[in-house]
């Protein structure tokens, strides 16, 4: 089992800025990708961003590219979403996700936390 506990929602002003945190435990592997999705109301959950912990490679969401910036810290288990020049369209709850398929397959969801941005 993996827990993730997120953190760092909140209501901000569009253009404002916020960090999300995901902070992960239990049988955590190195091999893993992490992810955040977001779900707004009444549309599907979709990849906002992602991270690789073994290669570092990353992927951002034509959406948020240049505004966004997903990191880790190795030592707490720890992934960050940094979010810059928000607009109104990021709202919504943000999910941390964590997916391995090395060795054995692990497949685990946060349970999100509220951002929501006015005009």
């Known amino acids: 089992q993996v827990q993730l506990v997120e953190s760092g929602g909140g209501l901000v002003q569009a253009g404002g800025s916020l960090r999300l945190s995901c902070a992960a435990s239990?049988?955590?592997?190195?091999?893993?990708?992490m992810e955040w999705f977001r779900q707004a109301p009444g549309k599907e959950r979709e990849l906002v961003a992602s991270i690789s912990w073994s290669s570092e490679s990353t992927y951002y969401a034509d959406s948020v590219k240049g505004r966004f910036t997903i990191s880790k810290n190795n030592a707490k288990n720890t992934m960050y979403l940094q979010m810059n020049g928000l607009k109104p369209e990021d709202t919504g709850v943000y999910y941390c996700h964590y997916e391995n398929t090395v060795f054995v397959r692990q497949d685990y969801w946060g349970q999100g936390t509220q951002v929501t941005v006015s005009l």
């Open positions: 239990g049988r955590f592997l190195n091999y893993a990708t």
